[in-house]
């Protein structure tokens, strides 16, 4: 039976940013679903999601979504308990100092950060598309960088913590606007936001950070924007009623961003879905 609220699965929704969009969307009535990697740090989260909302409808499901396996089992889970999904924030995102490889054998900035969202997006596209109109809403980020399609997984070069978590959240653009080509005339829109530069955990479960990196991290957090704050331009793609249609474009604080310009380049972001494809074994 469909639920007669709308329906929003929000990645990484147990801490920061995912956590502050969860409340926000809870606010507004949504039946909301939480994809937590722990269990207790999910409950605990979804009690103060509950709490801080005042609002009961508050599910929590589990994956590593470093883990392809774990995402195919969410997505069937999902698909088990409801019917619909109005609204899909894929937010979930890392940092690793050091080359890592997922379970899957994927370096892991690019498994969490971009392959992740296009794997559970393309596996839940049945759902969003039966409950359009829907959205689909890519967390981002605003660095200028270039994805490197001869070493995709840093295989050739001397691995660049930073320079791979710029590449692989360059890749939720390229996915995005690729996505909202495919989608065209169907109901759903897909957009990017780029939240800004706020308090956040990045990097900080990545178990590869130096000392000196989380000093600084938490140094710096009083002076960066509030996470409710970073939050308000995510729930602005996702329920502003001006951007009912709107969609393959780039959003920071309530205005259209530029992309960078390899995004804007539609030969690049079709080889990264069939690259994507191929490594999730769609």
């Known amino acids: 039976m469909r639920d007669n609220r709308k329906i929003a699965l929000i990645t990484g929704a147990n801490s920061g940013l995912g956590k502050a969009t969860a ?34 409808a508050v599910d929590l499901l589990l994956a590593d979504l470093s883990s392809q396996k774990d995402i195919r089992e969410l997505a069937k889970t999902y698909h088990q308990h409801y019917q619909q999904l109005d609204l899909l924030v894929n937010n979930a995102g890392n940092s690793f100092m050091t080359r890592q490889i997922s379970p899957d054998g994927i370096e892991m900035s690019l498994a969490v950060n971009h392959l992740a969202s296009f ?14 109109p829907a959205r689909i809403v890519n967390v981002g980020t605003r660095l200028n960088t270039q994805m490197n399609f001869d070493d995709i997984q840093w295989e050739k070069r001397n691995f660049k913590g930073l320079s791979a978590y710029a590449q692989s959240k360059l890749g939720n653009l390229h996915f995005t606007f690729e996505l909202a080509r495919r989608l065209a005339g169907t109901g759903v829109t897909v957009n990017c936001v780029h939240p800004g530069v706020f308090r956040s955990n990045l990097g900080m479960n990545s178990g590869d950070n130096p000392a000196w990196m989380s000093i600084l991290t938490k140094l710096s957090r009083p002076f960066l924007t509030p996470t409710e704050k970073a939050a ?47 490594l999730t074994q769609l």
Not at 28 to 45: D, F, K, L, P, Q
């Open 23 to 56: 409340i926000g969307l809870a606010k507004r009535g949504y039946h909301i679903i939480m994809v937590s990697r722990n269990r207790e740090r999910g409950e605990t989260a979804r009690q103060d999601i509950i709490q801080a909302s005042n609002h009961s």
């Open 119 to 132: 794997l559970l997006t393309n596996l839940l596209l049945d759902s969003i598309k039966s409950s359009a």
């Open 232 to 278: 308000e331009r995510v729930l602005y793609l996702a329920t502003a009623p001006e951007l009912e249609g709107v969609t393959g474009k780039y959003y920071g604080n309530q205005q259209e961003l530029v992309a960078p310009p390899q995004a804007l380049d539609s030969e690049a972001n079709r080889r990264l879905w069939d690259i994507s494809t191929q």
